[in-house]
């Protein structure tokens, strides 16, 4: 049996060293240098192609190399084949950071005040007062920021597919009370997976119901988001701005509307970056796990895609 990496548009000589000397007894390979893929029942992945899953006929467990599964094109996989992903403490706390530093950017007004320095404007005003963050998606991400914010006193209101029970959070869940979640908000913080249904979710309709002064933060994938419908949004005051840390394409082109839009804050991908080292305990103990027949961690419903 053995192991192969898979980790596309990445440097992964860290990544294959600390995996090496965690598993030395394990044959590991990157693709697609590999000597027989019916070898191979772990896969380790990241934005893999598709050639890739129809390849491996001993193919046992895909494990993302990240907390997003969107990469891995699930519907190639025979039913048998078990998926995992990252769930990681510190990619949580930085997400939690990610989101309240671009809350109080908007709310203190850095960006305009970035501007006025470089004209040498002395101009105060004052901070905007909106208080209310909704978050879309209440997962292991999205819990963490409700309570991040909630620890520095915004009002907080969360959107999931099913109902939940967060102390000083107000949860609203399904297609159904969409409307009602977000027709009061002041920030609307997208952490969702992404997933047939929520695809293009981030578009005019969602946007026309929230208030115009309202800010959007993506942190989760570019594909959530219409960018015309965005673009739209901000030139017509429908929307106030958006911090954006995904994109469809990425890296994001250079001549793309984004960059020198007025109101669109840019980050490349990196609200919460894999660890290289958490990432590979967690890789390794599945790989054991698999060896051991045991049960293993951080799996994904293939059936919900997430
Ligand atoms: P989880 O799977 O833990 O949580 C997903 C949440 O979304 C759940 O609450 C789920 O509801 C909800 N959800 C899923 N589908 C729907 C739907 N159709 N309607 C309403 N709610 C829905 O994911 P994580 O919190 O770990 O991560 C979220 C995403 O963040 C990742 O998939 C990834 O794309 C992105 N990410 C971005 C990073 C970055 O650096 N920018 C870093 C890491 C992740 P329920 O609980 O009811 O199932
Ligand atoms: C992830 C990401 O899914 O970095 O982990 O986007």
Request: charged residues 20%; aromatic residues 8%.
């Amino acid at each position: 049996m053995s192991l192969l990496v898979c980790v596309t548009r990445k440097d992964n000589t860290k990544l294959l060293d600390t995996l090496n000397a965690q598993l030395p007894d394990v044959d590991i390979y990157e693709w697609p240098h590999c000597p027989d893929l019916a070898q191979v029942e772990f896969v380790l992945a990241w934005n893999a192609p598709d050639e890739l899953w129809t390849q491996l006929p001993n193919l046992k467990v895909v494990q993302s190399y990240g907390a997003g599964v969107d990469g891995i094109a699930m519907h190639f996989l025979p039913e048998h084949v078990t998926v995992t992903r990252i769930v990681d403490s510190q990619l949580t706390k930085d997400m939690a950071q990610y989101v309240l530093t671009h809350v109080l950017a908007h709310k203190l007004r850095l960006k305009q005040y970035f501007v006025q320095q470089q004209q040498g404007v002395w101009k105060p005003k004052r901070a905007h007062q909106g208080n209310h963050v909704g978050i879309m998606g209440l997962g292991e991400l999205g819990q963490a920021v409700a309570n991040q914010l909630v620890d520095n006193g915004f009002k907080v209101s969360g959107w999931s597919a099913s109902e939940k029970n967060i102390a000083n959070v107000a949860t609203y869940a399904s297609q159904e009370q969409l409307e009602l979640f977000l027709h009061k908000l002041d920030y609307l913080v997208c952490l969702l997976p992404l997933t047939k249904h929520t695809k293009g979710i981030l578009d005019k309709s969602v946007f026309s119901l929230l208030p115009n002064h309202c800010v959007l933060i993506n942190v989760a994938r570019g594909q959530h988001l219409v960018e015309e419908d965005l673009i739209w949004a901000l030139d017509n005051n429908e929307l106030a701005a958006a911090s954006l840390d995904v994109f469809t394409q990425e890296p994001l082109d250079s001549d793309h509307p984004f960059w020198l839009h007025p109101n669109i804050t840019i980050t490349p991908h990196c609200a919460a970056l894999t660890s290289v080292t958490t990432a590979c305990e967690q890789i390794a103990k599945n790989y054991l796990s698999l060896l051991n027949s045991d049960k293993l961690t951080n799996t994904v419903d293939r059936t919900k895609g997430y």
